[in-house]
């Protein structure tokens, strides 16, 4: 572990998610002095795992994908390396509510595009003219224009409304609890269009990187650990040797004569040569409309969402379905008052004792907002009723959780990397935007972009200290 130098330069990180907390480890270990503020009583942000007689139930993300590097890399640093756990093999799939039941998705449908056409021809999910239209992709030409499009129009365009609608919809823009007629494409999932440029077609894409043997990995495709992703919370804020503050709100950043003087609430203000914002656009927004309006201005614009989430845990022979999967997506014609459900104790081992499933629900997206301003009986009578007609469970249930994030989502929609652009353009030197609002909402990116802030912040003082 270094440790600064009586003379060294010091950083305000504001924010105490896994963005901040990263940005923390990185600026330590370049010997950088810091300070981080939190604003709630705890650190992790939207990392929260509780643990109850046996269940593990997490109140944000569940996991970590491996194809991003980053936050498995992270975990490895920090010696978390016997205590990753990736996802059971008895979990094969997932399923699509189609007619009021869950279908199993067809075997070789990769990133939504199919591999495979004997299970994708027999799929009761897609009509024949659906079936025809997403094999289409092989004849339909690539798009020249680089411009942004939506995700939806991508999707359509390429595999047909019917892919959008089943698949695409409930899946790809879940992921980002947004409306796939805004999202944008390029900041979501840049993948496609980057494969249709190459390949000109989906399908040759995924069939191209099939057959490259050097492709293959033993990894599990997503990760967590025993207790949940609050280990890897728990794991960094124990090896910072910084000043580390909670209950502490930022109210502003200043110019002083030494660099910036950041102003908390209730608080005296502190003095700093570089600033790291690693929180919710909104709240940049408000610390940076003194120092860089323009920059505040744009993320005024940004937009969010709320998201919920209820677990319910039951005996497992009080649930007649298999549970062979990681769940249920499903398609906003289902009408249903759910976004769809998770099978946490068959997606993960230890998440519920051998004898009990656990469910997990979703609340609150694009085709459920209403759901988020309902009472926590309502949300669970409601939860009941789904699962009731989806998977026939009839019990009640041993116990239950609700959680909520009203604003906890940020919405990419359409333009939003320009939109990025442009605030970090607004900044001045010494001042760093990085978390979730900007350039991927899952944990990888945001542990990649506290590591990209901090090396910011550290040639910043590098070019001070040469001056």
């Not at 879940?174 to 269009?193: C, K, L, Y």
């Not at 050097?214 to 000043?243: C, H, I, K, Y």
């Not at 009472?375 to 007609?389: F, S, Y």
């Amino acid at each position: 572990m270094n440790t600064p130098p009586a003379n060294a330069r010091r950083v305000v990180i504001i924010g105490g998610g896994i963005t901040g907390l990263t940005a923390a480890w990185r600026l330590q270990n370049a010997g950088v002095e810091y300070t981080l503020l939190e604003a709630s009583a705890r650190l992790g942000g939207k990392l929260l795992t509780e643990q109850h007689d046996g269940f593990v139930m997490e109140m944000g993300a569940d996991a970590m994908l491996t194809r991003k590097p980053w936050a498995l890399a992270l975990a490895k640093e920090l010696g978390l390396a016997d205590r990753v756990l990736g996802v059971t093999k008895r979990a094969v799939g997932t399923y699509v509510l189609h007619h009021g039941k869950p279908v199993p998705l067809p075997a070789g449908l990769s990133l939504l595009v199919p591999s495979r056409w004997g299970p994708f021809l027999r799929s009761p999910l897609f009509t024949p003219w659906g079936k025809l239209r997403a094999a289409m992709d092989l004849t339909i030409p690539r798009r020249t224009a680089t411009a942004d499009e939506t995700l939806a129009n991508f999707i359509r365009r390429r595999l047909g409304q019917e892919m959008l609608d089943k698949v695409a919809a409930p899946m790809l823009a879940g992921v980002f609890n947004g409306d796939p007629e805004r999202q944008s494409i390029q900041a979501t999932f840049p993948q496609f269009p980057a494969m249709e440029r190459e390949h000109g077609s989906l399908i040759r894409a995924v069939r191209a990187k099939q057959a490259d043997s050097a492709t293959a990995s033993t990894d599990p495709p997503f990760f967590s650990f025993p207790n949940g992703t609050q280990e890897l919370v728990d794991a960094l804020a124990s090896r910072l040797n910084g000043v580390v503050r909670v209950n502490t709100a930022v109210e502003a950043i200043e110019r002083s004569s030494g660099g910036y003087r950041v102003r908390i609430v209730n608080g005296e203000p502190i003095e700093c040569d570089g600033v790291i914002i690693a929180t919710p656009a909104a709240v940049a927004a408000k610390v940076l409309a003194s120092v860089a309006p323009e920059a505040a201005d744009v993320l005024k614009a940004f937009g969010h969402s709320g998201i919920g989430t209820a677990y319910l845990a039951y005996r497992r022979e009080d649930v007649p379905h298999a549970l062979d999967g990681y769940g249920v997506v499903i398609p906003r014609n289902e009408g249903r008052r759910i976004d769809g459900m998770m099978w946490s104790s068959s997606k993960w081992i230890g998440r519920a004792p051998q004898t009990h499933a656990l469910i997990r629900v979703f609340f609150g997206g694009p085709n459920t907002r209403p759901m988020l301003t309902q009472p926590d009986d309502a949300i669970i009578t409601m939860a009941r009723e789904e699962l009731a007609g989806s998977l026939g469970v009839r019990a009640a249930p041993e116990f239950t959780r609700v959680y909520r994030w009203p604003d906890g989502y940020p919405q990419y929609e359409l333009g939003h990397l320009d939109r990025v652009a442009a605030a970090e353009a607004g900044l001045p030197n010494g001042v760093a935007l990085a978390g979730c609002a900007y350039r991927g909402v899952g944990v990888p990116d945001c542990v990649r972009q506290g590591s990209e802030a901090a090396a910011r912040l550290v040639a910043h003082l590098d070019a001070i200290s040469a001056t």
